[in-house]
């Protein structure tokens, strides 16, 4: 059975295609069309999947849409009236848009098909799962449990929010859900908005600054009180409330009333330009609270309800990896999965694992683990490509025999205080760059955090790094001894690798919280001591777990700080011309594809770094 799965017209557009419940392909449009948060018809995505399948449309069982969009023009109606007369510019802007897009959803499917490849439209299988159920289809379906709690939350859907589902063999039954308005994922979005970053983009900021802000300090205990006071009010089951006068989102052009959190908070938004000062920290900090607070009460309610030994994640909120430690740190489940393409991407997955198994009532395989993969499931280039890539660029490169020679160079360049490009294999499903398209920093260094940020991806200095760790080491460095191969758990440095740190650490500035040295590891430790970390597992990545084998040879540490292959507002780089467009126009010291390695100081091609900074809108 093959079926096509496709999430589209709102932000990380997708397509995902499977064969009897195993994914042979996945990838977001923006990382074809190089636009970040793409939410076009996924032609490119489409491409590739059919391409690395080998199917023709005309083949498929399927093809699925990732959600309902007649119920969401329901609720939007609903809501503009419930709200009338309030909202008319905002219903002008948006209602045409569906008429003319969204309500001929299916005529324009089938036109993005056409024009990939011909078929027959009187035989086309189009089907239409709702948002929430793709999510949890998305985690349920490839985790290796066969019962299951599944939380998922987001923004809205059509008109869910979060759901609380049960997984059991090949079903998922929902038990609970919370309806728009009143969403975590939209609250948390708003502080997004008021601290002066991207909606559904700037959301890993906020978090990141978050542990900036002093949680002792009477100006954050006043806006975590003011929050649960006047903007949210929270249920024992994880359920909430928020009040609609101090909001903007269901009818307005911005997400909140501007004034009124002024007041509220006593501080003006925030645009992008301004300093970062310790109200803006402070309010990062306590929004992240009250959202741990919530997603820990609604697993322990999703646990009440399933008694699962188990628990599955998806949504854009599963993204909040701080939270999602908070949650394993509850202990009340066994095992916690979370599917690494959580946001709306990871629908098109979710959709076409929800047509397998719940329309065509086929079976969930027993298994011992996850089925992404790793999560590569992009597209990998061949020699020739790389070499056609390296000639149209007009760049010097040397070809290494073998990977043994390869990982053992890289190591030594790492070490030695290089900054790598790191491109191999298939590219990655989801946000997170994991071993394919990476950059790769040796994570002992106290300079390397500020020198990426500032020199490679051109990025605010506050925003932390994650560390890749040998999945046989984890337990040596982190208060954590179980796998997170997705980048998408926080959790405690052990106190045997911290620094000894001043006792007016929680009082300094951002400049000089960054300026301590707070562990064996600082590249890799964020101002909380924290990290955020991915397991690195030989069965799911061989090279990579190898690389940092010889890292760990030379150092001792099998840790090695990953950030994602690109600049900021770039989406992360797909094929080899993009990895040479980026390590050209950046300071990276070095460039590795497959087994090719480009040294910058060899390189005699002049760029303009200004002018490839200047293609892509901040995020």
């Not at 490509?385 to 000639?391: D, G, L, T, V």
């Not at 760049?395 to 990982?407: K, N, P």
Request: one cysteine or more; aromatic letters at 10%; a negative charge.
């Amino acid at each position: 059975m093959k079926i096509l799965g496709i999430s589209a017209y709102y932000h990380d557009s997708a397509a995902a295609i499977i064969q009897g419940g195993h994914i042979i392909a996945a990838a977001q449009e923006e990382r074809f069309s190089r636009i970040k948060h793409d939410p076009a018809f996924p032609t490119q995505a489409i491409q590739y999947c059919l391409e690395e399948s080998g199917f023709t449309l005309d083949e498929l069982d399927a093809v699925v849409f990732y959600d309902k969009p007649l119920i969401k023009f329901e609720r939007l109606l609903e809501t503009y009236y419930s709200f009338s007369p309030k909202g008319l510019a905002s219903f002008i802007k948006s209602v045409p848009i569906w008429v003319k897009e969204k309500l001929f959803l299916k005529q324009n499917i089938r036109k993005g098909l056409k024009a990939i490849q011909d078929f027959d439209i009187e035989q086309l299988n189009l089907l239409f799962p709702e948002h929430h159920l793709s999510h949890a289809a998305s985690a349920y379906y490839t985790s290796p449990f066969d019962d299951a709690a599944i939380l998922t939350v987001d923004g809205v859907g059509e008109w869910a929010t979060a759901s609380l589902s049960h997984g059991k063999d090949n079903t998922i039954t929902v038990l609970k859900e919370l309806n728009f308005p009143h969403s975590l994922g939209l609250l948390y979005s708003s502080f997004t908005y008021f601290l002066g970053f991207k909606v559904n983009s700037g959301e890993y900021k906020m978090m990141g600054l978050a542990p900036y802000g002093n949680a002792e300090s009477e100006e954050y205990k006043r806006y975590k009180a003011q929050i649960t006071t006047y903007l949210v009010d929270i249920k024992a089951d994880g359920s909430i409330w928020l009040d609609q006068d101090y909001f903007n989102y269901a009818t307005g052009l911005r997400m909140v009333k501007d004034a009124k959190w002024e007041a509220l908070f006593g501080m003006k938004k925030r645009t992008p330009e301004d300093a970062l000062e310790g109200c803006h920290m402070n309010l990062a900090l306590a929004i992240q609270h009250v959202t741990e607070e919530v997603l820990v009460l609604m697993a322990k309610e999703v646990k009440r309800l399933t008694q699962s030994s188990n628990l599955c994640l998806a949504g854009g909120v599963a993204l909040n990896c701080v939270a999602n430690g908070k949650i394993h740190d509850l202990g009340i489940f066994d095992q916690i999965y979370i599917q690494p393409a959580a946001g709306d991407a990871g629908c098109a997955l979710g959709a076409a694992l929800c047509a397998y198994h719940i329309t065509f009532d086929q079976p969930k395989e027993q298994r011992i683990h996850d089925t992404m993969q790793g999560s590569y499931l992009g597209p990998q280039y061949s020699d020739k490509e790389i070499e056609i890539a390296a000639r149209k660029l007009k760049t010097i490169v040397t070809r290494v025999e073998t990977f043994d020679e390869v990982s053992q160079k890289v190591s030594t360049l790492i070490v030695e205080g290089n900054v790598v490009g790191w491109f191999q294999g298939r590219m990655e499903f989801g946000p997170r760059a994991l071993g394919n398209r990476s950059i790769l920093g040796d994570a002992r260094s106290p300079e390397m955090q500020k020198k990426l940020n500032l020199k490679i991806k051109y990025r605010e200095s506050f925003r932390p790094f994650a560390p890749s760790v040998l999945a046989e080491d984890v337990s040596q460095y982190f208060d954590h001894e179980d796998k997170s191969p997705y980048m998408l758990l926080v959790k405690k440095v052990k106190a045997t690798r911290l620094a000894s740190i001043p006792s007016e650490y929680d009082s300094l500035s951002i400049k000089d919280k960054l300026m301590t040295v707070r562990s064996e590891l600082p590249a890799i430790t964020h101002v909380d001591f924290t990290g955020r970390i991915q397991t690195v597992h030989q069965e799911t990545n061989p090279k990579y777990h190898q690389l940092i084998s010889d890292i760990k040879s030379l150092t001792g540490h099998g840790v090695v700080i990953n950030t994602s292959f690109n600049v900021r507002g770039e989406p992360i780089v797909c094929t080899p011309e993009d990895a040479i467009h980026c390590f050209l126009h950046t300071e990276m010291d070095y460039l590795v594809i497959e087994n090719y390695i480009f040294e910058k100081a060899k390189q005699t091609v002049v760029v303009e770094k200004a002018d490839y900074l200047t293609q892509f809108e901040l995020d």
